[in-house]
């Protein structure tokens, strides 16, 4: 068991908030350690944080509801380049359908 006392903590930060989202901690107290290796959405929500002047319950009700996603935003490009296979896969054609109408 990890005291309280030992834990990472932060106030007041130099960038005027503080931002989690199950990203990889950088921290490791005893046997109190992050595995959380996904930092897609942690980014995105720096993102918005940074886009917006003001944020306010509005702002925070559609943060809240954003569904950009940025580790699909890496690799769609290379899968929609699979577009010469569909001839062969009727299924991989309406895979390819629906990725080039995602709204990332």
Known sequence: MVG??????????PEGYIAHANNLPNYCVGTAC???KMPYIYRRVIDLIKGNGAIDVE???SMQMDVKNLQAMKFIDYLLK???ATEQSPELGLALDLLSNWIL
Not at 4 to 13: A, D, F, G, Q, V
């Open 59 to 61: 702002y925070m009700k």
């Open 34 to 36: 992050g595995s959380f």
């Open 82 to 84: 699979l577009d010469e």
């Open 4 to 13: 309280t006392s030992e834990l990472p903590s932060l106030s007041n930060p």
